[in-house]
């Protein structure tokens, strides 16, 4: 009840598509049946949790942020959600995001942009005072970050215990680290993406975000598994999770890659990230620089392998299965198109067009190809370093703390909003498990976040190196 009345108390945030209220009661109170009558109860049995709306939810609306999905109610639940509701989780509603996921800053959606809790904290409206106010004070507020800024802001703003986000390049990390939150990206392959609305496949993973590295774990261990609907996924996911509540890091060997050294990251964030180092130096563990030598192309390499995918998998959205269908008729191919010019922004039509240049006979092997084996020399880098005898690697999470909305959506910004994703992409191309958390608050009163990523399926000795920071 508590939660419900927060949803409606921050309705101002945009964080929540659609709220499922009338479930989320129904749900209450059969978990307090159970307990009532002493059966035994799940592990999140009357937890609020956030859903992104990305995943499939029998008979809950689901719409990627998209005209296209407006309206659409899907026949059955996404995997993990159903994983969820089984272990007696309350589902809360949809969050917003980047339409179908795309973008850093969760205000490309149709049901516009995603207002950061911390804007409104007294921190930093304190800090704030002392500056000019934007031109447009509706405007004078800070982005979550994306594209699961939705899910980020729910949690954040105690609308629910714990939210799933998707991550692609990063969406659950990136919010993460802006809205004060841990923000995990399993292994590929550990967590099932059936029901998950695709947008690149060979990258996508369900990701988590909580106020706790325990909660990530907690959630981690209801949501691992094999699943014949995902291939992809493992048969033997290494549970349990849980973390141990003392961790000795005096035999650890931390990774320090140089080249995520940038020239664009922020004196506060590369202050902190050292700061961090030295933490786990002066309790005993080995730190190191290393290098990813392949790092400086992996913007570049993310960006022909997503839209080309992209381009693949917005095929399915034709006016004919789902969702979005415009009302012209002279042509199938006339109704084909202006459904699509309909149904998708420019972000999602622009991302189509580059994949099918990509794709095109003539340009396969010089752009796909290419980017596919420049992809495996970033995977290598990463085995290379873990097999010289790290364990974990620390990095920053975003360039700088969450940025005004006004300076996000300038145009030369985008740019900006690509590089920032530049220290989280890597890990979806080699498949890594990788996780946020939050370290200390910036000179302007807001969360800043670093980064840990982990060998493959090694998610519980990540978890427990982040729980140790946190
Ligand atoms: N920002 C990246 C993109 O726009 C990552 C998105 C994601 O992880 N879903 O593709």
């Known amino acids: 009840q508590k939660c419900l009345s927060l949803i409606k108390k921050t309705k101002f945030l945009n964080a929540y598509i659609t709220v499922s209220e009338d479930e989320a009661l129904k749900q209450a109170e059969e978990s307090e049946r159970r307990y009532k009558n002493g059966q035994s109860l799940g592990d999140l049995d009357g937890i609020p949790i956030a859903i992104k709306d990305n995943f499939s939810t029998l008979g809950i609306e689901t719409t990627c942020a998209s005209n296209m999905l407006k309206g659409y109610v899907p026949p059955y639940n996404a995997t993990v959600v159903e994983k969820l509701l089984d272990q007696g989780a309350l589902l809360m509603g949809k969050t917003n995001l980047d339409e179908f996921a795309m973008g850093s800053g969760s205000t490309d959606g149709v049901f516009g942009p995603v207002k950061n809790p911390w ?22 507020w800070l982005i979550t970050g994306g594209s699961s800024g939705g899910s980020a802001a729910a949690v954040s703003a105690f609308t629910c215990f714990a939210a799933l986000g998707s991550d692609t390049g990063g969406s659950t990390r990136n919010p993460a680290a802006h809205c004060g939150l841990v ?9 099932s993406r059936h029901g998950l609305i695709p947008l690149v496949n060979s990258m996508d993973v369900p990701g988590i975000l909580t106020r706790c590295v325990d909660d990530a774990a907690v959630l981690l261990g209801v949501l691992a598994g094999h699943d014949p609907k995902d291939s992809t996924t493992v048969q033997d996911p290494g549970k349990p999770f849980l973390l141990p509540s003392l961790t000795d890091v005096s035999k650890l060997c931390i990774g320090i890659p140089k080249e995520y050294l940038v020239p664009e990251l922020s004196s506060e964030v590369r202050s902190l990230w050292s700061k961090a180092a030295d933490l786990f130096e002066t309790q005993g563990a080995k730190v190191i620089e290393v290098s990813l030598p392949h790092t400086i192309y992996s913007i570049v390499c993310y960006h022909v392998l997503c839209t080309s995918e992209v381009a693949s998998n917005m095929a399915r959205f034709d006016g004919l299965e789902y969702g979005h269908r415009c009302n012209i008729d002279v042509s199938t191919e006339a109704m084909y198109a202006a459904t699509r010019r309909e149904g998708f922004n420019d972000v999602v039509r622009g991302r189509i067009l580059s994949g099918n240049f990509f794709l095109l006979k003539e340009n396969y092997e010089n752009y796909f190809v290419k980017a596919q084996k420049v992809r495996r020399l970033i995977a290598n880098d990463f085995v290379n370093v873990f097999n010289s005898g790290v364990d974990v690697l620390l990095t920053p999470t975003t360039l700088s703390e969450a940025v005004p909305y006004l300076e996000f959506i300038k145009e030369d910004n985008r740019t900006r909003s690509a590089q920032d994703d530049i220290f989280t992409q890597a890990a979806n191309m080699a498949g890594l498990p990788a996780v946020s958390v939050p370290v200390a608050l910036s000179n302007q009163g807001l969360p800043v976040g670093l980064q840990f990523i982990g060998r493959a399926f090694c998610d519980q000795q990540l978890l427990t190196v982040a729980k140790w920071l946190e």
């Open 119 to 140: 804007s409104y904290s007294k921190q930093y409206r304190e800090k704030r005072k002392q500056k000019p106010r934007g031109e447009n004070a509706d405007s004078d």
């Open 183 to 191: 923000g995990f990206k399993p292994s590929y392959g550990l967590v």
